[in-house]
């Protein structure tokens, strides 16, 4: 029995031990390097006190570090203080080879355990009124550093970890509502701890405060396939009965099509202006609707670990969207869309139309076997809550088809033989326009 449970524990470590994942160190200056680790357990407390309008953060993350060097990690705000295995630190921001930013413990440290606590304060997407405070954790996959960086302490996309926050509001009796895709317990009035699960990485979380009462809401559960009743929430200021019907009919299709429901819930809020994608959530329009569910199964149950894995998702949805429709040769365009710098963060807008035909050219290819739906199928079975890039895609489907895709692959996804442009890469897609911090603070 002793043995079994250590082998468990031992095969759960190795599950989410993700480092083979992560990008190359960072050469910081000729003496330090920045190096990529491995987050094991953290946890935040959040204290929003609606006197002194302020929403403090303390966190404590344990972390494993299997190269010595400077630690790397993100948050966008500066921390208000920071401390490495108790002694104070501070930490600094640098490029990510000139793609992104990241932030790194001045301090260079040996392989092994390590403890940080960092305390910041969020300022995004925060609204006081006199008696109630309304917070979001909206996140984005176009542009860079809008995962839950941009409010609490993480790892870059590659790393999952187990993660726990409790909330709390302090100064007022006005009863608050939190929606968040986690195991929430209510401890007391405005004060929740919630757990998340450990397949969750930085762009895993939804996360919304607010007054209770404010938006309508209704609650149902859902049957699954496999037998679990699974909460339904859905709120918003537009139709409940409409968004309900609508989420349980579309769960039952993509149930049909690649199996289970892969998260613990599903919580929709129909706050209207395209949406976003979270573990078993979503903020959408009633016409996104579909598309974000698709991505409960296709961006947050198969997930991607870096940006340029990133098309694959946009382009099974966008491909779902388009009634699953087959594409000859003819129609492809060269794109980079997986050829970008390995330390990308963000998805190339060309999935939603190139991205898509290439899957729909693939489904065409190889319909006489079987379509790319049963494909894509044993493909989420596999690699759920599993990160992966697109050679691991593209190898999968070499084997499940027992082909070779190199030249598709080098010529339509890698950029290897020139990119056909189109100003059309650069426009909107319909499910996800780009919103202005400005409309993101109005959703709240
Ligand atoms: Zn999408």
């Not at 972390?63 to 966008?76: H, K, R, S």
């Not at 790892?155 to 509502?177: C, S």
């Not at 537009?238 to 299709?253: N, Q, Y």
């Not at 690699?383 to 895709?405: M, V």
Request: glycine share 6%.
């Amino acid at each position: 029995m002793k043995l079994l449970t250590l082998a468990m524990m031992l095969l759960s470590s190795a599950v989410m031990a993700n480092l083979h994942q992560a990008p190359p160190s960072l050469n910081l200056n000729r003496n330090a390097k920045g190096i990529f680790v491995d987050f094991k357990k953290v946890k935040s407390v959040i204290t929003y006190d609606i006197n002194k309008r302020s929403a403090k953060v303390v966190t404590s993350i344990e972390f494993e570090q299997t190269e010595a060097g400077m630690p790397v990690f993100d948050l966008v705000p500066t921390p208000t203080s920071l401390s490495i295995n108790g002694a104070g630190a501070t930490s600094e921001s640098t490029s990510l080879s000139g793609v992104s930013t990241v932030r790194f413990v001045k301090k260079a440290l040996q392989p092994g355990t390590h403890n940080l606590v960092i305390l910041n304060e969020i300022s995004k997407n925060l609204s006081w009124n006199s008696n109630y405070v309304k917070s979001a954790f909206w996140m984005s996959d176009l542009s860079d550093r809008r995962y839950l960086e941009q409010y609490l302490p993480t790892n870059l996309e590659f790393d999952q970890y187990k993660n726990d926050i409790e909330v709390k509001i302090v100064g007022t009796e006005v009863e608050h509502v939190l929606y968040t895709n986690g195991e929430t317990k209510l401890l007391e009035k405005n004060n929740w701890s919630v757990s998340y699960p450990e397949g969750y990485t930085a762009s895993s979380l939804f996360y919304h405060l607010t007054k209770k009462g404010l938006i309508p809401e209704e609650k149902k559960t859902f049957t699954s396939i496999d037998g679990r009743q699974i909460p339904v929430t859905v709120y918003t200021s537009g139709s409940t009965s409409k968004f309900m019907k609508s989420s349980l009919k579309i769960m039952a299709e993509l149930e049909r099509d690649y199996g289970p429901w892969p998260h613990a819930q599903l919580i929709v809020y129909g706050a209207g202006s395209g949406g976003m994608e979270y573990c078993g959530a979503t903020i959408t329009s009633s016409s996104a609707l579909g598309h974000e569910l698709t991505h409960s199964y296709f961006a947050r149950g198969v997930m991607p670990a870096h940006g340029n894995a990133g098309w694959v998702d946009e382009a099974v949805a966008s491909w779902r969207d388009a009634g699953y429709p087959s594409y000859s040769e003819w129609r492809l365009s060269r794109t980079q869309m997986a050829g970008h710098s390995i330390y990308r963060r963000t998805t190339d807008r060309a999935a939603y139309s190139k991205g898509m035909r290439f899957i729909g050219f693939l489904h065409e290819k190889f319909k006489s076997q079987d379509s790319f739906k049963v494909f894509l199928k044993n493909f989420f079975e596999t690699r759920k809550f599993k990160p992966f890039k697109t050679p691991e895609f593209q190898k999968a489907i070499e084997d499940f088809y027992n082909t070779s895709l190199t030249g598709e692959f080098d010529k339509y996804i890698y950029g290897k033989k020139g990119i056909d442009e189109s100003p059309k890469d650069l426009t909107e897609n319909e499910y996800h326009p780009h919103l202005t911090d400005k409309q993101l603070f109005d959703l709240l």
